[in-house]
């Protein structure tokens, strides 16, 4: 046949004798094809975005984050300890001193700034200063993932990817913009500047000692990473990662010893069961990564042992062949998982696991979930065989549901916090007010002030 002697594209499509208009969508296809594949070479020769760039992704992050659950802006009020424990705290004790004061047995730095910047405005403002502050910090690792500083994490195609996957991640409404959990943030974009190259400028080494301080003081994430980031130095022997470490030890050494002397928090039976484990693991974890939100209480055994076989395989094989950078990361995610089941804070009187299993969209599934996800794209992309190839890309194509399902979270219910707001301007200096916070049954005792 002359198509099959004759190599060039050109006279194929010559004696294909297809009509005009499929000839030009053919072409059209084409060269769509061909300038997406010379962009993404061209990303992938990037170290990573501009400044000019960071911005506008900044900006689409912040757009991005903002319309998975508008009302946290446009209808601001006080969120759980947002209110309940940092604001009134702040506002009755003074902010210096609250900055003293442990929380859950550890201090609590960055919510605790959060509500110190929104005792500047007015108390009807004050939620949504600490939404702003929220959002802002949710969007700090996206910046940093793309920074040519994390260029040994993988080209910057893949690093786009990674940061898309973490903006949309299902199941993770309880960290979604609140001060409270920016702390689960603040540890994502320390890990992600202690496993990346040195600053080149004082500006970078002053973000980074600030970042890496406030995220020790705020949370006992400090005590896992800090050992982690003293085998990064080992072997990359990158000095500026055992500056990190020197930070990072003071803040975990100042954890440890508040923990020490704190009073322990009360919280009833850790109810460890090796059922569920499995049902959090295969069905809070796995699953819900990819198809969102969902109990898997009652799910039949058989099911949640094959997520947990297949999730744990793509989570192995990753921490086996991957670059240094990924596995490192992978090992943090481990032991705070390990720690979260460990010793983890439900509020309620009821075995800590059996409140756990029957809430998908705890904090504590955030970080597996993002590391079962980004090993699902490693193993898509680079991985060595092909099962676990398909397996990745099968896993990162069936995560598209759980986003779309998860993507609009329902808004709280309104607790009519203007009202109150006017009952504080009302009181007199001395008078307690209090005042309803979401969700239910939180709420808010303020002490009026005398001026």
Not at 46 to 63: N, Y
Not at 285 to 302: E, K, L, N
Not at 379 to 393: E, N, V
């Amino acid at each position: 046949m002359t198509l099959a002697c004759n190599p060039r594209r050109r006279c194929r499509l010559k004696h294909l004798n297809l009509p005009d208009r499929d000839k030009r969508v053919q072409s059209w296809f084409h060269y769509a094809r061909s300038y997406l594949n010379s962009k993404e070479e061209a990303l992938a020769r990037c170290d990573g975005l501009s400044v000019g760039w960071q911005f506008v992704v900044f900006g689409l992050v912040l757009i991005s984050l903002f319309s998975r659950l508008p009302s946290l802006l446009t209808h601001a009020q006080f969120y759980a300890e947002d209110g309940t424990i940092w604001f009134a705290q702040a506002y009755d004790s003074g902010w210096l001193h609250s900055l003293t004061v442990p929380q859950a047995g550890y201090l609590n730095t960055m919510p605790r700034l959060g509500a110190g910047l929104a005792l500047l405005f007015p108390l009807q403002w004050a939620p949504l200063v600490m939404a702003i502050v929220g959002i802002l910090i949710q969007s700090l690792p996206v910046t940093i993932l793309l920074s040519p500083r994390c260029r040994n994490w993988a080209p910057l195609p893949t690093r786009m990817l990674l940061a898309a996957i973490y903006v949309a991640i299902p199941n993770a409404r309880e960290i979604h913009i609140v001060v409270t959990n920016t702390m689960w943030h603040l540890a994502l974009a320390a890990a992600l500047v202690g496993f990346a190259s040195s600053p080149r400028t004082w500006r970078g080494r002053l973000f980074d000692g600030v970042l890496f301080l406030v995220t020790a003081l705020s949370g006992p994430f400090c005590i896992a990473l800090a050992p982690i980031v003293l085998l990064f130095w080992w072997l990359r022997r990158q000095s500026w990662s055992l500056a990190l470490f020197a930070l990072m030890s003071i803040g975990a050494l100042t954890q440890i010893a508040v923990m020490l002397h704190s009073t322990p928090r009360l919280q009833g039976a850790l109810g460890a069961r090796p059922e569920t484990f499995l049902r959090m693991l295969g069905g809070n974890i796995f699953a819900c990564a990819m198809i969102g939100s969902h109990s898997f209480a009652t799910t039949p055994m058989v099911l949640i042992v094959l997520a947990v076989f297949g999730g744990l395989s793509i989570f192995l094989y990753c921490l086996r062949f991957a670059n240094l950078e990924w596995k490192l990361f992978l090992v943090y995610c481990a032991v705070l998982y390990a720690a979260s089941l460990r010793s983890p804070l439900t509020g309620s009187p009821k075995p800590a696991w059996d409140v756990l299993l029957i809430d998908p969209s705890a904090r504590y599934w955030f970080f597996p979930m993002l590391a079962f996800a980004w090993s699902a794209v490693w193993c898509a992309l680079y991985g060595r065989d092909r099962l676990f190839k398909i397996a990745g890309t099968c896993i990162f194509l069936s995560m598209s549901l759980g986003i779309v399902r998860d993507w609009k979270y329902g808004a709280y219910p309104d607790d009519h916090f203007a009202v109150f707001v006017q009952r504080m301007r009302d009181a007199k200096p001395g008078d307690h007010v209090i005042m309803p916070v979401v969700p239910e049954g939180w709420h808010m005792e303020l002490v009026k002030k005398g001026f």
